[in-house]
């Protein structure tokens, strides 16, 4: 063999070899950053697998269940009667929204000890927004009007 042909040879397995890797990474990266959407129920029908992904979890927190401690918390979500009890340890605190039957979506893993643990956590206060005067519940959204609760307590 010449020596020409031994450096395209070297070249090509060095190609084969970064590309290989390129594809490893990426794989496992999006493998690792996926994130199931279940219900609760579906969380606890699930057995062993809900051990091994990473999962998002939504239901409406139960008032009186948040105990804050520092940036964490923890909170019990209830959807349908069935319930899940959260332990949310993440980077920044709970979002302002975060409040007694707001509607909050937990990101993370489920322990083995029966413990959504969240990394990530948002909410949505449904009770600031109501249907405007006459207006049929459940019609368009440009039907919504925003409640100032500040000037209501005012009257």
């Known amino acids: 063999?010449?020596?020409?042909?031994?450096?395209?040879a070297k070249i090509v397995v060095a190609a084969v070899v970064v590309i290989a890797t390129v594809v490893y990474l990426?794989?496992?990266?999006?493998?690792?950053?996926?994130s199931y959407y279940v219900t609760i129920s579906e969380l606890q029908a699930m057995g062993g697998k809900a051990y091994t992904?990473?999962?998002r979890v939504a239901g409406n927190v139960v008032p009186g269940s948040i105990q804050h401690s520092g940036p964490n918390a923890q909170f019990t979500l209830v959807e349908l009667n069935k319930t899940l009890r959260v332990d949310?340890?993440?980077m920044e605190p709970p979002p302002d929204t975060f409040k007694d039957n707001a509607q909050a979506l937990a990101i993370g893993t489920y322990g083995r000890d029966g413990v959504f643990h969240a990394t990530q956590?948002?909410?949505k206060c449904a009770s600031k927004y109501a249907p405007a005067?006459?207006?049929?519940p459940g019609g368009p959204?440009?039907?919504a009007v925003l409640i100032d609760k500040k000037s209501q307590s005012a009257e």
């Open 53 to 55: 992904r990473h999962l």
């Open 88 to 90: 949310y340890e993440g």
């Open 1 to 8: 063999m010449s020596t020409q042909k031994k450096s395209s």
């Open 141 to 143: 959204a440009k039907t």
């Open 121 to 123: 956590l948002q909410a």
């Open 26 to 34: 990426a794989w496992t990266g999006v493998q690792s950053n996926k």
């Open 133 to 136: 005067p006459g207006a049929t």
